[in-house]
């Protein structure tokens, strides 16, 4: 029955075959990239062709001494992995690799009788710095939560399993939705009208809103920003959804007591819309704690949920007095006990309405028809960057960072030409270090490639720094920094310290040292006087993850 409403068979997830195949991981660091496997590779021995006639006997020792690795003919040809397509199912740990030799650096038993005084050992090539293992190789260097763990690939003369069953579609065109494929290590468009399978990451990128229905029940509205996962039904054939970060809408399509489990990090639960039109918007907010390692510590978490329209209940799993709220108001889930709904006056804008301005929107459609289907959304999003119009440069960078690829985000600090963008910028990658440790870790990598030996420094300050810190004597590095080498140093330096005092003293970090010299005496003399940490402004809301998509373009580009 789901297949039918779906309106595909129990092949319409595998995707194109001339799809367009990439080694290269969309995810992050450098390690996740995925070379081709080349037919020369360690360990390949070409296969015996059966046609040939009878080989030489002990008589002709030129044929036994014949190298290892002899030149493919016309009549033997070294047998070669078929080329890998994007698959939609959950890849296995060796999708492609022939199965390794029993001992390292050792022929098969076929070939241990023939002597090769030339060749190396076969786990030579494997030793050189920056070469890898087939192993290694072949296996995703960043770890995807959402996605299982490949079970590893064992011989058998039973047929390879289906792909998972489909769990809903993509209903909305001209909008973008992403999926991260464990295959090809690569986040890839999703079609319209495409089904998505299980425990397979969805991510929208910023400016896009797009439609998946669950079944003929729910429907899911993705708000940009936001990436989730979808789970199978259980034995009670209830969906699931797991919320990362982000924003969504809920909607009851018509039938009222449908349920959805609901999971948010470690708040889990079942949502049952108990009226046929109800409708709720989920919110989950990080917020970056200054002084906290975003490596090691997670960032604060709120999860909210707002009833639209109609009447819902929320059961938590572990038990617990269930919740029921209705329209106008907000359940905030802390932990297992979550808090008694408050009523609302009006619901944040981006419930009920686009707030993506025009320049965004025109990107956004350029984006939208640059994306295909068979290529990898990174390759694509690269060469924007380049883009004619600023506009798309400045949502294809932000869009990278969503998949985890922030070299152009950190690039534009060390920019004079881009100084206007550096607020933007500078928000935006604290957003991301509030996602989890991963992205942290993305981040410090990307300062690394691009500042070398800075990047700790970098790190640091982006976090952020509390008042006690900077009355233990980060004040004074904030303003040494501020004749830094490094323009990107004195950016972020200067950005932290005008966000405490709401001042800027006509300092500028891309100026001369000789044009700084004035602004920075200033500087000292306010830390002198304990300025810097004893007045603090008004503090306006921190940008949290969920705020990044709705960023414009800086007004003057």
Sequence with gaps: PLAKFLGIGPDSSAPDSNATDSR????????AQIPAKTPESPGEIPAPDE????????????AEAAPAEAKPSDT???VQAPPRTPSREPAPENPTVAPAPAEPGSLPEADASKPQPDAKPTTAPAAKPGAASTEIVM????????????KPETKSDEPAPAPPDPIGKLVSGGE???EFDPGSVAWRRVPTEAGVPPRYELLALPTYRPIVALNAEIELQLIGGTQVTLQGADQERVAGLTVRYGRCVLRANGKAGSKLRLRVGDRAGVLTFRDTKSTVAIEVTRSLVPGKNPETEPADETVDLYAISGRLLWTAQRGGQPMEFDALARLRLDGQSPEPAAALREFPKWTVSDEVGPLDKRASNTLEQALQVDRPVSLTLRELTDHRQREVRWLAIRCLGYIGEFDPMVAVLNDPNQKLLWPDYIEHLQGALSRGPEAAVQIRRAFQKEYRAEEAELLRLLCGFTKEGLQDGQAELLVKYLDHEILAVRALSFWNLKKITGSGLYYQPEATAAKRRQSVQKWR???????IWAKPTEKKPARTETDAPDAPLPEGL
């Design 139 to 150: 296996r995703p260097a960043v770890e995807k939560p959402a996605v299982e763990a490949p």
């Design 76 to 78: 033997a040809e070294p």
């Design 51 to 62: 046609s040939m006639p009878d080989q030489p006997g002990p008589d002709q020792p030129e």
């Design 24 to 31: 290269t991981s969309d995810s992050g660091g450098p390690e």
């Design 525 to 531: 003399q306010r830390l002198e006087s304990g300025q």
């Design 176 to 178: 973008v939705l992403l």
